[in-house]
């Protein structure tokens, strides 16, 4: 799924804001999200809208 990183982090190294993202899934209630340094991680779902459900 597709989702728009809405929270305020602030290292551009790891996630913008307004940007969208690709989620490879959901895990302990948190996203694994695919960031700025390619690699993946767990992320809190409330940081994030979702734009397209696979």
């Known amino acids: 799924m597709k989702v ?6 602030v290292d551009p190294l790891e ?3 307004g940007n969208i993202y690709e989620c490879l ?3 302990q209630g948190r996203f694994r999200i695919i ?3 390619g690699e993946d991680y767990l992320y809190p779902k409330r ?3 979702i734009i397209e459900e696979n």
């Open 4 to 9: 728009k990183y809405i929270g305020d982090l």
């Open 15 to 17: 996630l913008i804001n």
């Open 25 to 27: 899934g959901e895990e």
């Open 35 to 37: 960031d700025e340094t």
């Open 47 to 49: 940081e994030f809208e």
